[in-house]
């Protein structure tokens, strides 16, 4: 496995330990401060299928989860054979727009980049976790992109207990004013709301959930699997009595999804 560090001024290889050990990263993996600059973590599998998957940790648009949501994740999938990229997306208080023109701007200088020309027409999947699930919606549902692979589709979207709709009682209140602002209304939040961004375009989608989340409550995700059913998009539920939230690939046997998930994503 080798691990490149993607970013708009080169890449560099590192090994897996020198991520693990990032100064930038506190004891518990998570990436605080001021994040304004997008960076792609790519892990490149020793036996490659055709599946690249971009992976969005949570942190409620304040910080990133980049182990337990990010590198635990990536290292799982690359193992199977996977591309996967680790997505370190910046984020600028009450302005999500530049905060996705810059991922963009990134993907869009990895698809032209000579070293990984074609990746674009691979099996391209997306998954996020809480906020990052969010984030990951807005993307697959290509919002606020206005150049560049404008018809760029995704194989599959995974949103892992994640945040769905800002536009009501079950938002997150914190993540929406991270997006709009102190002062925002209700069009905007809906706009934003990935159960309304839900049409023929939306990929394949697999929905992980726990029914005794208090940090994110359930009733994000079954909205969002209503407008899945609504329009008719084939889809995957994964759903745990019990986990509460942010436990990334899982701390007990009885919280275990990839296995599930990556069988799925490989059904055509």
């Excluded at 648009?61 to 799982?76: F, H, R, T, W």
């Excluded at 909205?223 to 990334?248: A, C, P, Q, W």
Aim: charged share 20%.
């Amino acid at each position: 496995m080798n691990v490149v560090i993607y970013q708009e001024s080169g890449e560099k290889s590192v090994c897996e330990s020198e991520l693990i050990e990032d100064r930038s990263l506190d004891q518990n993996g998570i990436l605080r401060g001021r994040i304004e600059e997008a960076k792609f973590y790519i892990y490149h599998p020793n036996n490659p299928t055709t599946d690249v998957i971009f992976i969005f940790p949570g942190g409620g648009y304040s910080k990133l989860s980049m182990i337990k949501e990010g590198m635990d994740i990536a290292v799982d999938l690359c193992n199977r054979g996977a591309m996967s990229v680790v997505v370190q997306y910046p984020i600028y208080y009450g302005d999500y727009q530049r905060m996705l023109s810059q991922f963009y701007a990134l993907q869009s200088k990895l698809f032209y980049d000579p070293l990984y020309r074609g990746i674009e027409q691979k099996n391209l999947h997306i998954i996020g976790f809480s906020a990052g699930g969010h984030f990951a919606s807005m993307v697959a549902h290509h919002v606020g992109r206005a150049y560049g692979f404008g018809s760029l589709c995704y194989s599959t979207l995974g949103i892992c207990y994640s945040v769905v709709s800002l536009s009501d009682t079950c938002r997150d209140v914190g993540c929406t004013k991270a997006l709009l602002g102190e002062s925002f209304d209700a069009e905007q939040a809906r706009n934003i709301s990935v159960e309304y961004l839900v049409g023929p375009k939306t990929p394949r989608s697999f929905v992980m959930y726990t029914e005794d989340d208090r940090r994110i409550l359930p009733e994000n995700s079954k909205r969002y699997i209503t407008s899945l059913k609504e329009n008719d998009i084939d889809h995957m539920v994964k759903v745990f009595e019990v986990g509460g939230h942010g436990f990334g690939l899982g701390y007990s046997d009885s919280l275990k999804w990839v296995d599930g998930y990556w069988q799925w994503i490989n059904i055509l």
